[in-house]
């Protein structure tokens, strides 16, 4: 299934507008990116069970931050189109499945490990 980069991004954006506003208010010093494929360090750094990484959170969760946190760089959520692209089969699936992608990296963000994040479903 294939998608230009402008409605690949609109999708992560609508599913980002698509969250609570309590939600919303709590993301601090966080970007939310899109790349074509994640790179080897990334790699590494979140390897998946399906070969495929969909997104990737590289930050410092919210319930770890301490008075030491003041001045640091943003986290990182990244969202791969590529490997969206290449596990959905249908335009409705590959919406789905981003926005599943972007609440279970901001799952991390708020401190849920992945064990966690899909015994509920992200």
Same mark, same amino acid.
């Given at each position: 299934?294939?998608?230009?980069?402008?409605?690949?991004?609109?999708?992560?954006?609508?599913?980002?507008?698509?969250?609570?506003?309590?939600?919303?208010?709590?993301?601090?010093?966080?970007?939310?990116?899109?790349?074509?494929?994640?790179? $080897?360090?990334?790699?590494?750094?979140?390897?998946?069970?399906?070969?495929?990484? #969909? @997104?990737? /959170?590289? &930050?410092?969760?919210?319930?770890?931050?301490?008075?030491?946190?003041?001045?640091?760089?943003?986290?990182?959520?990244?969202?791969?189109?590529?490997?969206?692209?290449?596990?959905?089969?249908?335009? $409705?699936?590959?919406?789905?499945?981003?926005?599943?992608?972007?609440?279970?990296? #901001? @799952?991390? /963000?708020? &401190?849920?490990?992945?064990?966690?994040?899909?015994?509920?479903?992200?």
């Amino acid at each position: 299934m294939h998608v230009d980069d402008e409605e690949f991004e609109s999708a992560v954006h609508d599913a980002l507008a698509g969250l609570p506003e309590r939600f919303l208010k709590a993301l601090d010093n966080i970007v939310i990116t899109v790349a074509d494929e994640p790179d $080897e360090g990334q790699l590494a750094r979140g390897a998946s069970a399906t070969g495929e990484l #969909l @997104g990737l /959170y590289e &930050g410092i969760p919210l319930p770890r931050r301490s008075w030491g946190y003041a001045g640091a760089l943003p986290d990182v959520i990244t969202i791969f189109k590529g490997a969206h692209e290449r596990v959905c089969h249908s335009r $409705e699936q590959l919406i789905r499945q981003i926005r599943r992608t972007v609440l279970h990296e #901001l @799952g991390h /963000y708020f &401190g849920f490990d992945d064990d966690y994040l899909h015994r509920h479903g992200y």
